[in-house]
């Protein structure tokens, strides 16, 4: 079992012999209450575009991939423009596609809401796996259980919210940071 960051990915495993796709297991070490509980334990929290892939890897028999990131929108300790590593489990190349079905790798040009962690390598996690990730579509956030059928349904429960409510519920909980 490997921890990377807050979350922990075990053996390989498919969840139908009839689906194309290979998924491993993971067990996120925390499930948040919700959004305050999220920023109070964030070292960045901003709206990111992901860009191209950086790094993929294997350490101990587990895959991770590192995504290179820009800040779009600065929210908590980060700045616009700036660029940040995400390092998430699984990969997705035309050798190998293997990922947490409950928490999908991005693709480039996605854009989110993130709270993130710093890793002691300077990279960063999505605090919560899925929990910790909202996607942006025109000024709209929704959690990824509301994106994607394979997210099951969580405390993080977002759905079809304005930005700057989201933004608003933030700043609230910051102010006890």
Known sequence: ???????????????DPADSDTYSNASWDYVYTGISE?????????????????KEYELNGIPFTQYNLTVVKSIFNCEEGQSIVLTMTGIKNEDTELE???D????????????AKQNVDGTYCILGGPQGRLM????????????F?????????????????????????????
């Open 1 to 15: 079992m490997i921890n990377n960051g807050n979350q922990y990915a075990n053996d390989v495993v498919s969840d």
């Open 38 to 54: 999220l920023v109070l334990a964030s070292d960045l929290i901003g709206m990111i575009e992901v860009g191209e892939i950086k």
């Open 100 to 102: 947490i079905p409950e």
């Open 104 to 115: 999908p790798l991005p693709s480039k040009g996605d854009k989110f809401l993130v709270f």
């Open 136 to 147: 942006y579509t025109n000024g709209i956030l929704n959690s990824m259980n509301n994106v």
């Open 149 to 177: 059928s394979k997210v099951p349904d969580m405390n993080i429960n977002i759905k079809d919210a304005h930005e700057e409510s989201i933004i608003n519920e933030i700043n609230s909980a910051l102010k006890n940071k």
